[in-house]
């Protein structure tokens, strides 16, 4: 795909992040932990609150209230923030997006993103037997097409990505070891991250012995239910200027988009949203894969990951698994691609907790920032890339700079 024009590149900063921390059971609520984030955030920025005039919120928690009006308007409230001239509601990576059209469009000066996540009692082993839990999970915020429970019918579930993992591992010849590596790697990571709910490193043996769940995908394979929440504050380039020395620039985006009837087919493995997202991302940068430092991917499931790292082009359509075996550094445990690009420094959904991917970013801009700490710290590392969605709708594929 050409080089095409992409007037936002590097004219939108991230200068300020925040969050709240993450737990199993905080006993708190969406907007106690959404402003926690958003207060964190704020202050990060050395932007007033009172200077904040959007706000975008983002995935199963204060983004599904957004759809009513009512997370924006709680967020707003609690801020003390007295009028907004642009509010958005997104999803995974999408409000990320969202926000930087508007900040660049002159629609809002500064915005604030917040995304919020609260483990409720659907998501545990033993609902799965109980009626009262499974009505939460069917009538409350995992209300799905058709009436049914989310365990039943949700195309989103583990069934469906056990079976595209079976069709991978059918077509190209890939072991379950290609999705264990991506999983020991995100804990080797985590066990880093003072931040992650799981902390303790696991092995190839801990990952091929977990208790399975829709085979070949066990425990290990999916993402962390937490309490927590995530928050940024972007601007305009030239405000940046004015408020830290060391502002993230967001160089490259794309929500792209396949038809539905391929997004949903097992057999159009490549010709999916993802490689649909990816490719317009990088015609609007001169930047390639191999000047990425930090690799992002989704992992919601860890076939999700593999995909997308198949689809930002780190490895040709069905060799993905071989190059994460030529990319493994067996002393560490952890993930090198092609010798140079590391993944999921902080953990990720699977072990530093599920916030819809908006972790990511917030470890990408400690990291950009040379202050994720030591031994996490990835060294003189420049661009950040994400893949922050599934194989069907809303991937966001976007690509972080630094000076």
Same mark, same amino acid.
């Given at each position: ?102 900040? *660049?469009?002159?629609?809002?000066? $500064? ?38 429970? *989310? ?9 469906? $990505? ?133 690799? *992002?991917? *989704?992992?919601? $499931? ?58 990511? $970013? ?42």
């Amino acid at each position: 795909m050409a080089t095409r024009s992409n007037p936002i590149q590097d004219q939108v900063a991230i200068v300020g992040v925040g969050a709240a921390p993450y737990s199993r059971d905080s006993q708190r609520s969406l907007l106690d932990l959404g402003l926690e984030a958003a207060v964190n955030a704020i202050r990060d920025s050395n932007v007033d609150r009172s200077q904040i005039d959007g706000i975008c919120g983002a995935g199963l928690g204060l983004g599904i209230m957004v759809t009513h009006g009512a997370g924006v308007l709680s967020l707003q409230g609690a801020l003390g923030i007295p009028s907004l001239s642009w509010a958005m509601n997104g999803w995974l990576g999408s409000h990320l997006v969202y926000a930087a059209n508007a900040v *660049y469009s002159g629609a809002c000066d $500064y915005c604030l993103i917040v995304q919020a996540e609260q483990r409720i009692s659907a998501y545990s082993k033993a609902a799965n037997q109980d009626p009262f839990r499974r009505r939460e999970a069917k009538f409350g915020v995992h209300s799905t097409v058709a009436n049914v429970h *989310y365990s039943e019918g949700w195309i989103h579930g583990a069934e469906s $990505y056990a079976a595209f993992a079976n069709r991978y591992m059918h077509d190209y010849g890939a072991p379950r070891e290609a999705f264990g590596m991506i999983a020991v790697n995100n804990r080797r990571w985590a066990s880093q991250n003072p931040a992650a709910v799981k902390r303790t490193p696991i092995t190839m043996d801990d990952y091929l012995n977990a208790r399975m769940i829709r085979t070949p995908l066990g425990v290990l394979d999916m993402d962390l239910p937490v309490d927590g929440a995530e928050a940024l504050v972007i601007t305009s380039k030239e405000r940046a200027k004015d408020l830290r020395p060391d502002p993230v620039f967001l160089h490259a985006m794309s929500l792209g988009q396949a038809p539905v009837a391929e997004f949903y087919e097992n057999g159009n493995w490549g010709h999916q949203s993802p490689w649909k997202a990816f490719g317009h991302m990088w015609a609007r940068s001169e930047l390639r894969v191999e000047d990425v430092d930090l690799w *992002y991917p *989704y992992d919601g $499931y860890t076939p999700i990951a593999l995909g997308l790292t198949e689809a930002a082009g780190f490895a040709p359509v069905g060799e993905g698994w071989r190059m994460l075996q030529d990319s493994w550094n067996s002393d560490e445990q952890k993930l090198a691609l092609h010798g140079r690009t590391r993944v999921q420094t902080g953990g990720g959904s699977l072990s530093h907790g599920r916030v819809g991917g908006t972790n990511y $970013y917030t470890e990408a801009v400690h990291q950009l920032r040379g202050k994720a700490g030591e031994g996490r710290q990835v060294k003189d590392a420049k661009t950040a890339l994400f893949g922050v969605g599934s194989y069907f709708h809303d991937p966001a594929a976007v690509l972080f700079r630094v000076d």
